[in-house]
């Protein structure tokens, strides 16, 4: 019995320390070295991220020893609840600061719209895999659904990806077979009337709620009719299941 308590206190040893590796056997970087990383990478690429930071840190201070001076006549209380909430800020900022940065790394690759639409936490249930796809031009269509209806995401404006939007639209009003359900047309991109990459979390976030739990769920089972496999559209060598940008290279890695 001791032998086998022995053995079984080293084989969780053993898979403790796995568990702190890469699939690779490189050790993985604790959470702190994370964050000097993000942080690194996201200066170089928007230097105003530093000194947002220390506007904010100071900010809070400035104001939790102001209103602690009035109130108990001490600014020490403000020093330490200024700092606290300025340090909170100050991540709050690094992380929208991060993440725009990441998207503007994978801005224009194949499937970074589909990157960002599953960046959502919650309210939206995003396809994995392309709805639409044209062959030639390997021009491809994203699909999610939720409260707010359906939205279909084109990654340009182009011809070929306008004609994909109308193509989707007509398919999901065959299969719905009534207008209560609103379809969004979402182009990404930096032009008039086109959503840029960093910001379709949020817009799609933003929309408004127009269907019940019940009604969303039932659509996103209707949608499901729509689901077909796309390897014999797409051209020898493209996998429907690739078409996304590298997870490394949005965190700068």
Avoid: C
């Avoid at 604790?30 to 930071?53: I, W």
């Avoid at 969004?184 to 269907?211: A, C, T």
Wanted: net charge positive; charged share 25%; glycine share 8%.
């Amino acid at each position: 019995m001791a032998r086998t308590s022995e053995t079984t206190s080293a084989k969780d040893a053993t898979t403790k320390k796995r568990g702190k590796r890469n699939a690779d056997g490189t050790k993985k970087p604790g959470r702190l070295k994370q964050m000097l990383e993000v942080y690194k990478y996201t200066q170089e690429v928007d230097r105003s991220t530093l000194p947002m930071m220390l506007v904010a840190v100071v900010g809070a201070i400035v104001v939790g020893v102001l209103l602690t001076l009035l109130i108990f006549g001490s600014p020490w209380y403000g020093i330490f609840m200024g700092l606290a909430v300025g340090v909170l800020i100050a991540m709050m900022i690094l992380a929208r600061k991060a993440e725009r940065a990441a998207f503007g790394r994978i801005k224009g690759q194949t499937g970074a719209a589909l990157a960002a639409m599953q960046s959502i936490r919650r309210g939206w249930n995003v396809e994995e895999e392309p709805v639409q796809i044209d062959p030639r031009s390997q021009k491809m269509l994203f699909r999610a659904s939720g409260r707010a209806g359906i939205a279909i995401v084109a990654e340009d404006s182009s011809g070929i990806s306008m004609k994909l939007l109308e193509k989707e639209r007509r398919s999901i009003r065959r299969v719905l077979q009534h207008d209560n359900v609103p379809v969004h047309q979402i182009v990404v991109g930096d032009g008039d009337g086109e959503v840029p990459l960093h910001k379709l979390p949020s817009y799609m976030q933003r929309m408004k709620k127009q269907l019940t739990k019940q009604e969303a769920a039932a659509v996103s089972k209707r949608l499901t009719a729509l689901h077909r496999s796309l390897r014999q559209q797409v051209p020898k060598g493209v996998d429907p299941m690739r078409a996304r940008p590298n997870r490394k290279a949005m965190r700068g890695r």
